[in-house]
């Protein structure tokens, strides 16, 4: 018997026959072009090929994506534990005290958690696009107002860029000796933004995979700080160890001349102004929707506790007079001074880099949608990653003419009215949003059998919410937005300015059911927002009232330059609803409501003008079919 096997027959099977579709094949990736940070390492890995260090690629090539730990929560923790932390906590307890140190930390945390927590709020209700800040108020109360406050953001971000490089100029030079030069502070921050500025156009991929190893540098020098507490002792400089009477005599404020509550706190509170950094970078997140309030809410908790971390131990072991006049009294009290030295130039550079990263990101989106005419150039792009060069080099310009005032108590409250005029505004456009939402709802904009429902836009898997707005046809051109209504209407776009096509629907969700969503409320927002403004008028009333009205001309500017642009999903009337609240309070007041008196008698007159006619239809039926007039002296008929 023949055993040789038969020769392999290459034919095409008609599957058909069987009632199949074929040979099941692996499914292929769809290949987006955006891909992991490390994608290109887990090629060569997988390839078995190895490259020496010299002919690795150093630069960004391929858009690049990030997560909750390496993008939201490092980013906000390297912006949040700033340089103000290393460098003037303890002439914020020296003189505040330690009791009002603890009360500027809560005031802080509480506008910036506020504002955090508004912007997620909006992030739920909304399915927003990349652009950070500027998105959201843009969303909410329109292209025309967010640019102006987008505009005044990217203005804080430069200056506080300035402020980072400042204190960095200011420790290196307290190292070797020369803190009372002021030029050399100004050149070695200068020196350190050009650097920065360099490393931010090349997109260098290097300092992107660092950033976990930096984060981690920073919790090493503060713990090399708290383990100083106990170990040591340096009684010429102030530090004296843990003592009752130190604890005591640093409990109360004595402030230097010319400095009060409200001065301290606008010198500290530029420790919470990043934590915006997440969100500006939510182009470039893998899932933005669940990275951003998770990474955020998470950084603000661990810098809170580091906070009064160092109030605490520096009021417990410092003598007042160190706290006022040594900057770096901290230094002293760790117990590897280089260590802690580290983490202050961590603090500075991350910082900066975000200032310098995250700014110019804003500024393009504004110009693209042609929000302000004058800044169109700076939508432009360059590379892969649409790396916004023009917007950089103005925001490190700003940035360099801040740096030559040179000093961090000057520049503080600079940066700290802007930021907080912006917090505002996110505060205001959540609780808008909220009330709108019910104002819709009210208004019967919903199913009534969708009314219970609840989704999550925040890195959920549930099925699609049911919004208040239904989606436009398919055939249907990009519609633009009026001031009173979120139902599309047609625009012919208006003059030079320019139309920007918005979204074709403009969904608002309700709140859904997750760990945070009972922190995120309107009231609170709103709160927020009013103590925001009160505060920035008691830090500084003068600077207050020139930014305000800078803000408002600006806006004035934008409003005739740019017609046409999308006025958001805000349909809620703050004045009328203050007018509202007003009446109401007068009517309780009172203890009536108003009701109209009649003087005279309101039985009007009733006259038949016509009755159904007879015949032979009707002739078994009663004359019930008439209408009727109705005359009367004090009736409106």
């Known amino acids: 018997m023949n055993t040789e096997p038969l020769p392999a027959v290459d034919r095409e099977v008609d599957w058909a026959r069987y009632g199949l579709d074929g040979p099941a094949t692996p499914a292929q990736p769809a290949h987006t072009g955006v891909h992991d940070l490390f994608h290109e390492d887990k090629l060569s890995s997988s390839s078995g090929e190895q490259k020496p260090w010299w002919k690795s690629n150093f630069f960004v090539r391929e858009p690049v994506l990030f997560g909750t730990w390496d993008g939201v929560f490092t980013s906000a923790m390297l912006n949040i534990f700033g340089v103000v932390i290393f460098l003037r906590t303890g002439w914020v307890v020296g003189n505040a005290g330690i009791g009002l140190s603890l009360l500027i930390i809560v005031l802080t945390l509480a506008v910036a958690l506020i504002a955090a927590l508004s912007a997620i709020g909006i992030c739920e209700r909304l399915n927003l696009p990349a652009g950070g800040v500027y998105t959201l108020l843009s969303s909410v109360l329109g292209a025309q107002i967010a640019a102006s406050i987008g505009a005044v953001y990217c203005f804080a971000q430069a200056v506080a860029a300035a402020l980072y490089c400042t204190g960095f ?45 930096l984060l981690l540098i920073l919790l090493v020098s503060v713990l090399d700080f708290a383990v100083g507490t106990f170990v040591h002792t340096d009684t010429s400089q102030g530090f004296w160890g843990y003592s009752r009477s130190l604890l005591s005599n640093n409990t109360k404020p004595d402030y230097n001349v010319g400095q009060t509550f409200f001065t301290v706190f606008g010198v ?56 006022k006049h040594n900057y770096l009294i901290a230094e002293i009290v760790s117990v590897v001074g280089v260590l802690w030295l580290m983490g202050l130039y961590i603090s500075s550079l991350s910082s900066t880099l975000g200032a310098v990263y995250g700014a110019p990101r804003i500024l393009q989106v504004i110009a693209q949608e042609r929000s302000i005419p004058i800044i169109e150039f700076l939508g432009k792009g360059r590379g892969t990653n649409n790396e916004p060069i023009y917007a950089t080099l103005v925001v490190c310009f700003i940035a360099l003419c801040f740096i030559l005032i040179g000093h961090i108590n000057t520049l503080a409250p600079i940066v700290t009215l802007p930021f907080m005029l912006t917090y505002c505004a996110v505060d205001y456009s959540y609780f808008a949003l909220a009330m709108t939402y019910d104002r819709l709802l009210e208004g019967g904009r919903v199913d009534p059998q969708q009314k219970g429902e609840t989704t999550s836009l925040v890195g959920g898997d549930s099925k699609p919410p049911t919004p208040l707005i239904e ?119 009172n203890g009536y409501e108003q009701v109209k008196v009649m003087t005279q008698s309101p039985i009007p007159e009733i006259s038949t003008t016509q009755l159904t006619e007879d015949g032979d239809d009707y002739k078994g039926r009663g004359r019930y079919h008439h209408s009727s007039k109705l005359k009367g002296t004090d009736y409106d008929g």
């Open 169 to 213: 100029g200011e420790s290196m030079a307290g190292v070797f000796g020369i803190e009372d030069n002021t030029w050399a502070i100004r050149g070695i921050g200068i020196g350190v933004l050009l650097l920065l500025l360099a490393i931010n156009i090349a997109g260098v991929k290097w300092v992107v995979k660092l950033q976990l190893a």
């Open 471 to 589: 989606e436009l046809p398919p055939n249907e051109p990009p519609p633009s937005y009026d001031s009173v209504s979120a139902s599309p209407t047609h625009s012919d776009g208006g003059d030079k300015g320019g139309a920007v096509s918005p979204p074709y629907k403009l969904d608002i969700y309700r709140m859904p059911n997750s760990w945070y969503s009972s922190m995120c409320n309107r009231w609170v927002s709103l709160i927020g927002a009013v103590g925001s403004i009160v505060i920035m008028f008691l830090i500084e009333w003068t600077y207050t009232l020139v930014l305000v009205a800078l803000t408002m001309l600006l806006h004035l500017y934008v409003l005739k330059a740019s017609s046409g642009l999308t006025t958001g999903a805000n349909q809620f009337e703050l004045i009328e609803w203050i007018k509202g609240l007003r009446k109401h309070a007068r009517w309780r007041r």
């Open 268 to 323: 500290f509170f530029p420790t919470a102004t990043g934590v915006f950094a997440g969100i500006n970078m939510s182009g470039d997140l893998r899932n933005p929707r669940a990275s951003i309030p998770n990474g955020t809410l998470m950084a603000i908790a661990v810098s809170g506790f580091l906070y009064i971390l160092h109030v605490v131990m520096l009021g417990a072991t410092c003598t007042r007079d160190a706290l």
